[in-house]
C-alpha cells in the first residue's frame, strides 16, 4: 500500500514533559512523545491516497492538513515514541483500506412461500380461537 519507512521519516518527533503526577522523575524529563505529520507535503502518498486520507481522518487532522498524535503511556520516551509510530502506522493503513461493497442477494422462492405457510397456518389457529357465528 504505501512505504512505511518513508512515512516515518516524513514524520517529526517532539519529546514534551508528560503531565499528571510522578514526583521528581517526571519534573525533569521529557518522556511524552508527540508525532506531527503533514499531510498535503506528503511524497509517501499519492493524490488518490491522500483524498482518501483526507476523507477518512477528517476528525483526526487538523484545518491544515496535520496529523498530531502523542503517547505518554510509559516512563521511557523511545517505547513512547515506538507506540506512536505503531498507532500512527495503524490508523493510516485503516484508513486506506477501501471496504467491499454489500451485494444484496435475492430473497429464495422457499423461503417466501415457508413464511407464507406459517402465516395462514397461524391465521387459522386465531380464527378457530374466535366464537362461532351463529348466523
Do not use: W
Not at 517532539?14 to 525533569?28: D, E, M, Y
Amino acid at each position: 500500500m504505501f512505504d512505511a519507512d518513508a512515512f516515518i521519516k516524513e514524520c517529526q518527533f517532539k519529546a514534551i514533559r508528560s503531565s499528571g503526577s510522578g514526583g521528581q522523575h517526571v519534573n525533569k524529563t521529557a518522556s511524552k512523545v508527540e508525532l506531527t505529520f503533514y499531510l498535503d507535503d506528503s511524497l509517501v502518498f499519492r493524490e488518490r491516497q491522500k483524498e482518501r486520507l483526507l476523507l477518512r481522518l477528517s476528525k483526526r487532522l487538523t484545518k491544515d492538513n496535520v496529523l498530531i498524535l502523542q503517547c505518554e503511556e510509559t516512563r521511557s520516551q523511545h517505547k513512547n515514541k515506538e507506540l506512536v509510530i505503531k498507532r500512527a502506522l495503524q490508523i493510516i493503513n485503516e484508513a486506506l483500506v477501501i471496504k467491499k461493497r454489500r451485494i444484496p442477494t435475492k430473497t429464495p422462492k422457499s423461503v417466501i412461500r415457508k413464511r407464507l405457510q406459517n402465516k395462514s397456518r397461524r391465521a387459522k389457529v386465531k380464527s378457530s380461537r374466535k366464537k362461532p357465528d351463529l348466523d
